[in-house]
């Protein structure tokens, strides 16, 4: 009886993470604000704000376009790629057309209701040679 009781706790444990993540054809939602920068002299100093939306074409591999905007640099349109090695932790590769730029990064998506998320990320900028650390908001419309 104990084996079962333990068989059917990670059952549904599982099944409840499970009903948290994305799925194919699900589209994310969300926007982010830069808390830390390599780049920045004083705080306040200038300010770095990125809005995108993910299309899971496989329930762990999602296309994504956005716009990043920022106080002291060109305003960039955004393509890119994410890759989820589970529920959480995910991968991501982004082209800054306007920046000139290319990113990849790093992140964890914790969801805090049946739809949205709260997402801490880090990117490494290949041409700028600076790292940031992001967090923000996303929102998850099942289809």
């Known amino acids: 009886m104990k084996n079962f009781l333990i068989a059917l706790f990670f059952c549904l444990t599982a099944i409840s993470f499970y009903a948290n993540a994305q799925a194919t054809n699900d589209i994310l939602i969300g926007g982010g604000l830069d808390v830390v920068k390599t780049d920045n002299v004083k705080v306040f100093d200038k300010a770095q704000i990125g809005f995108e939306a993910n299309y899971f074409i496989q329930r762990r591999f999602a296309i994504g376009a ?3 905007i920022w ?3 060109r ?7 994410r ?3 589970n529920d959480n932790i995910f991968l991501r590769f982004r082209g800054l057309i306007g920046a000139n730029d290319a990113s990849f990064g790093a992140g964890y998506s914790k969801p805090i ?3 949205w998320r709260f997402e801490a990320l880090g990117d490494f900028f290949f041409d ?3 790292f940031a650390l992001r967090g923000g908001l996303s929102y998850v419309i099942r289809r």
Do not use: D, H, P
């Open 113 to 115: 209701g049946k739809n």
């Open 71 to 73: 106080t002291r640099q």
């Open 75 to 81: 305003n960039s349109f955004v393509m890119g790629v």
């Open 83 to 85: 890759w989820y090695a």
């Open 128 to 130: 700028s040679q600076r």
């Open 66 to 68: 956005g716009l990043e």
